[in-house]
């Protein structure tokens, strides 16, 4: 389960409006250049943008690099469909592709259909198992999805801050590699690609030589899967005039394999013979947190995208929890507001650590982002139901909308609830491990109903416990709670 950090809403009316009325100005500016970019070469800085909010590990050739999307340009990345959902690690792909859409470019977001069924070697130090077509196909559905939901939310979460822009929302065509690959046989590929690729490059590659170091070593399978991923920028290069990839930072050496093939098998030359830069790369940094563990992992488990997975709550808990080390920099790379802006409020945040003003503003932006205004809302309030409100004041209806699908919230007819043990109730619905931990906490009093502490083991539910006569609150120590509603047979 998720650790839950909570905060005391401190900030003030007048203060929220003139920070809403700040982003409207500022992104209204930025959907100006973006119908600019559209009609006429115009600077738009996409690049000092990104590098600004510390989206950048590296990039090729920059100067040119940062001439080039002077104009329109075509930028794709890729995601591995190893799950059919998206989880918060994959934030950083899609809005570094998301700053590029808002300034006129054109994205393709790909999904690895092909590639997920060899494998990438990068970043990991033994073979990953071979996922079944069945499997990949699957996931790849899904992803379709969640990536076409993630542009749309963030469409909206955009419009929202400036409503009085025109702004036609770009349809996103997300791409899957496999439908290319399954038309190859392995013959067009070696004549045609592989003849372009040398061994002895491949080998030195990092993701390589970390696995030819290791006890288990690497499946030529998942050699080629540097080639495969080279083909993939060179198909969409001479199909779609693709000219950028941007990749985690353990794709370096796979991004610099397609700039190579395409250098190769379609060489740009001017008058006098030279060879002209006509694709880039851009690599993100791999974000870690201070114990070194991957980013978006709580407790082992990856925190999702989809609410069906992990809970809007747990989602905004996620990114209020953020230490006060890193709450800067993740405010510049998962959110649109200004750096100006994001620098202030560090500042004030600075002032006045304890009111996690910064991890507040982080938490309600990205949950908008990703998961909509009312999302937001519904957080704020279990935040409040939970914690904060005096509870001979709570609405059981306010209750159960905030945390509609949270699996916090269970529901019990109230004649079976009323004929157990609140410890018991406790148990069987996963509060407590098992009747004898029950036990243990109820004699520590760290057993409550509505914060007040359970006096025996066998002290059951009164009329007089229900708040709003509907439900009621179990806690079990200091953070972790259920909200018990109650039906009638």
Same mark, same amino acid.
């Given at each position: 389960?998720?650790?839950?950090?909570? =905060?005391?809403?401190?900030?003030? &009316?007048?203060?929220?409006?003139?920070?809403?009325?700040?982003?409207?100005?500022?992104?209204?500016?930025?959907?100006?250049?973006?119908?600019?970019?559209?009609?006429?070469?115009?600077?738009?800085?996409?690049?000092?943008?990104?590098?600004?909010?510390?989206? =950048?590990?590296?990039?090729?050739?920059?100067?040119?690099?940062?001439?080039?999307?002077?104009?329109?340009?075509?930028?794709?990345?890729?995601?591995?469909?190893?799950?059919?959902?998206?989880?918060?690690?994959?934030?950083?792909?899609?809005?570094?592709?998301?700053?590029?859409?808002?300034?006129?470019?054109?994205?393709?977001?790909?999904?690895?259909?092909?590639?997920?069924?060899?494998? +990438?070697?990068?970043?990991? +130090?033994?073979?990953?198992?071979?996922?079944?077509?069945?499997?990949?196909?699957?996931?790849?559905?899904?992803l379709k999805s969640a990536i076409s939901n993630f542009f749309v939310s963030a469409d909206r979460y955009l419009r929202r801050r400036a409503p009085t822009v025109a702004y036609n929302e770009a349809e996103i065509n997300v791409k899957n590699n496999l439908s290319w690959f399954k038309?190859?046989?392995?013959?067009?590929?070696?004549?045609?690609?592989?003849?372009?690729?040398?061994? $002895?490059?491949?080998?030195?590659?990092?993701?390589?030589?970390?696995?030819?170091?290791?006890?288990?070593?690497?499946?030529?399978?998942?050699?080629?899967?540097?080639?495969?991923?080279?083909?993939?920028?060179?198909?969409?290069?001479?199909?779609?005039?693709?000219?950028?990839?941007?990749?985690?930072? +353990?794709?370096?050496?796979?991004?610099?394999?397609?700039?190579?093939?395409?250098?190769?098998?379609?060489?740009?030359?001017?008058?006098?013979?030279?060879?002209?830069?006509?694709?880039?790369?851009?690599?993100?940094?791999?974000?870690?947190?201070?114990?070194?563990?991957?980013?978006?992992?709580?407790?082992? $488990?990856?925190?999702?995208?989809?609410?069906?997975?992990?809970?809007?709550?747990?989602?905004?808990?996620?990114?209020?929890?953020?230490?006060?080390?890193? =709450?800067?920099?993740?405010?510049?790379?998962?959110?649109?507001?200004?750096?100006?802006?994001?620098?202030?409020?560090?500042? *004030?945040?600075?002032?006045?650590?304890?009111?996690?003003?910064?991890?507040?503003?982080?938490?309600? *932006?990205?949950?908008?982002?990703?998961?909509?205004?009312?999302?937001? &809302?519904?957080?704020?309030?279990?935040?409040?139901?939970?914690?904060?409100?005096?509870?001979?004041?709570?609405?059981?209806?306010?209750?159960?909308?905030?945390?509609?699908?949270?699996?916090?919230?269970?529901? *019990?007819?109230?004649?079976?609830?009323?004929?157990?043990?609140?410890?018991?109730?406790?148990?069987?619905?996963?509060?407590?491990?098992?009747?004898?931990?029950?036990?243990?906490?109820?004699?520590?009093?760290?057993?409550?109903?509505?914060?007040?502490?359970?006096?025996?083991?066998?002290?059951?539910?009164?009329?007089?416990?229900?708040?709003?006569?509907?439900?009621?609150?179990?806690?079990?120590?200091?953070?972790?709670?259920?909200?018990?509603?109650?039906?009638?047979?």
């Amino acid at each position: 389960m998720i650790n839950i950090i909570t =905060v005391n809403p401190v900030e003030s &009316r007048e203060k929220k409006f003139q920070l809403m009325a700040f982003e409207a100005f500022e992104l209204a500016n930025v959907l100006k250049k973006r119908r600019k970019l559209e009609h006429t070469e115009q600077s738009n800085g996409v690049l000092d943008e990104l590098e600004s909010r510390g989206f =950048v590990a590296q990039v090729t050739s920059r100067d040119k690099l940062q001439t080039h999307l002077k104009y329109p340009a075509v930028v794709y990345a890729g995601i591995d469909p190893t799950a059919n959902y998206l989880h918060v690690g994959h934030l950083l792909p899609l809005l570094s592709l998301y700053h590029f859409h808002i300034r006129g470019h054109r994205v393709i977001p790909l999904i690895g259909g092909a590639t997920g069924l060899v494998g +990438d070697p990068s970043g990991r +130090d033994t073979e990953r198992p071979l996922s079944s077509e069945d499997a990949v196909e699957y996931n790849v559905r899904g992803l379709k999805s969640a990536i076409s939901n993630f542009f749309v939310s963030a469409d909206r979460y955009l419009r929202r801050r400036a409503p009085t822009v025109a702004y036609n929302e770009a349809e996103i065509n997300v791409k899957n590699n496999l439908s290319w690959f399954k038309k190859m046989n392995l013959l067009e590929f070696l004549r045609d690609t592989g003849v372009h690729a040398r061994v $002895n490059t491949m080998i030195a590659r990092d993701s390589v030589q970390s696995r030819l170091s290791s006890q288990q070593g690497i499946s030529f399978t998942e050699f080629t899967y540097q080639l495969l991923q080279a083909y993939d920028f060179l198909y969409l290069h001479q199909n779609y005039s693709c000219s950028v990839q941007i990749g985690g930072s +353990d794709q370096w050496g796979n991004i610099i394999s397609g700039i190579d093939l395409i250098n190769r098998v379609q060489p740009l030359i001017d008058e006098d013979g030279k060879h002209l830069e006509q694709v880039y790369g851009i690599t993100t940094p791999l974000l870690t947190t201070a114990s070194g563990a991957k980013f978006g992992k709580s407790a082992g $488990n990856a925190v999702t995208l989809d609410a069906k997975k992990t809970s809007i709550f747990d989602f905004y808990q996620f990114f209020l929890r953020v230490p006060d080390a890193e =709450v800067g920099k993740y405010l510049k790379m998962f959110t649109l507001l200004p750096v100006e802006m994001i620098e202030a409020r560090i500042k *004030e945040h600075e002032e006045k650590p304890e009111a996690r003003l910064a991890q507040r503003l982080l938490a309600a *932006e990205v949950t908008e982002l990703v998961h909509g205004e009312s999302a937001v &809302r519904r957080a704020e309030v279990a935040t409040q139901v939970l914690y904060y409100a005096k509870l001979d004041t709570i609405e059981s209806k306010e209750v159960f909308a905030a945390l509609k699908d949270d699996p916090r919230l269970h529901f *019990e007819p109230k004649e079976v609830a009323f004929s157990q043990s609140i410890a018991k109730l406790a148990v069987s619905h996963g509060l407590i491990a098992s009747n004898t931990a029950a036990k243990q906490l109820v004699a520590s009093k760290g057993l409550y109903v509505n914060n007040k502490p359970v006096e025996s083991y066998r002290q059951t539910l009164t009329d007089e416990d229900l708040l709003g006569g509907e439900c009621v609150i179990l806690r079990s120590g200091s953070q972790q709670q259920i909200v018990l509603g109650f039906t009638h047979k």
